[in-house]
């Protein structure tokens, strides 16, 4: 199956501090999607992004298809920013493939 | 619009009993996906699901696990006679088509067998 790899696996911040979050899949895939996992366990959706990039708010997202690879971006990071990012391709039928995630900690 | 359903929240079972989740889609949406993430994990698809059919259930163990969406009411993951390595949390998603469309989860549901 495809394969999704997520780096850095940790990371530490320093709040006010920016961060860039990277996903990289081995095959053709028919869209991408960022997910975070607040602390309660809730998997919020980010961007919904096959290709180009989108902002919203802080937070901004890449993705080049062709080379195969996402970024995401956290700028001015919160404590609230905490936990852990996923990213998700779809394949095939309809079947989203996760990446082991980015554990994201933002210190005061 | 609500969003992604999923319930219970915790469900404690014992050894041996069955299991029961429930997951209803978002208004509008008619594709309903099953996900399972073990502790420390990602998560894994298991089963793809539309009205009244299984379209891919190949994430899916092949004992003891079921999944269904009827015409009416919630889509329900069932397991039977559960054991200690089923505990994770289990979580529903829905889309409103087949193709590349985005896919919104639910709360999940923490399923711990003791």
């Known amino acids: 199956g495809i394969q999704v790899e997520q780096s850095p696996p940790d990371l530490i911040l320093q709040e006010g501090a920016n961060s860039t979050l990277r996903c990289n899949f081995s095959?053709?895939?028919?869209?991408l999607q960022w997910f975070h996992q607040n602390p309660w366990g809730q998997l919020i959706n980010l961007f919904y992004i096959p290709s180009g990039t989108k902002q919203n708010g802080r937070l901004s997202a890449t993705t080049v298809a062709t080379e195969r690879y996402s970024l995401l971006y956290i700028s001015s990071s919160q404590t609230t920013d905490s936990g852990v990012y996923f990213c998700?391709?779809?394949?095939?039928?309809?079947?989203?493939?996760f990446g082991k995630g980015n554990q994201v900690v933002v210190i005061p | 619009n609500a969003g992604v359903m999923q319930n219970p929240r915790h469900l404690v079972r014992r050894r041996g009993q069955e299991a029961r989740l429930r997951c209803s889609p978002m208004k509008g949406h008619s594709h309903v996906y099953w996900y399972r993430q073990l502790p420390e994990e990602g998560l894994k698809f298991m089963v793809y699901l539309q009205k009244e059919n299984i379209i891919d259930e190949s994430g899916m163990p092949k004992e003891r696990f079921s999944a269904e969406f009827p015409k009416e009411g919630p889509s329900i993951l069932r397991i039977q006679q559960v054991v200690r390595g089923d505990s994770a949390a289990y979580f529903c998603?829905?889309?409103?088509?087949?193709?590349?469309?985005?896919?919104?989860f639910g709360q999940g549901t923490r399923l711990t067998v003791v």
């Open positions: 998700a391709v779809m394949y095939g039928n309809n079947r989203l493939a």
């Open positions: 998603a829905s889309s409103p088509s087949s193709g590349s469309t985005e896919a919104f």
């Open positions: 095959d053709s895939v028919n869209n």
